[in-house]
Nanobody
Framework: QVQLVESGGGLVQPGGSLRLSCAASGSIFSINAMGWYRQAPGKQREAVAAITSGGSTNYADSVKGRFTISRDNAMNTVYLQMNRLKPEDTAVYYC??????????????WGRGTQVTVSS
């Protein structure tokens, strides 16, 4: 089994920044891809960003240029640096890890989520 623990969410004003962290533990030998999804009330779950162990990244157009995903392979931790936050970024952010970026939402593991609220 794989356990994921997210942290770093909270309340921030528009234009502010937050850094999310997700630490993986357990049977993590097969994990290659790590990333973040988000879901706001009334909206479909959205892939935000993902990264492979080799450093290949994918970003949603809505966050490109504002968010940066990174990972510490030795620590089995993925980060999401969120800058210039907008109210529309408000959502529950979920950590997701698996074999590949293309399949991890289906075959992988999920964290319980951390709330990000952008409001003045």
């Amino acid at each position: 089994q794989v356990q994921l623990v997210e942290s770093g969410g909270g309340l921030v004003q528009p234009g502010g920044s937050l850094r999310l962290s997700c630490a993986a533990s357990g049977s993590i030998f097969s994990i290659n891809a790590m990333g973040w999804y988000r879901q706001a009330p009334g909206k479909q779950r959205e892939a935000v960003a993902a990264i492979t162990s080799g450093g290949s990244t994918n970003y949603a157009d809505s966050v490109k240029g504002r968010f940066t995903i990174s990972r510490d392979n030795a620590m089995n931790t993925v980060y999401l640096q969120m800058n210039r936050l907008k109210p529309e970024d408000t959502a529950v952010y979920y950590c997701n890890v698996g074999l590949t970026i293309a399949t991890m939402d289906v075959e992988g593991y999920w964290g319980r989520g951390t709330q990000v609220t952008v409001s003045s």
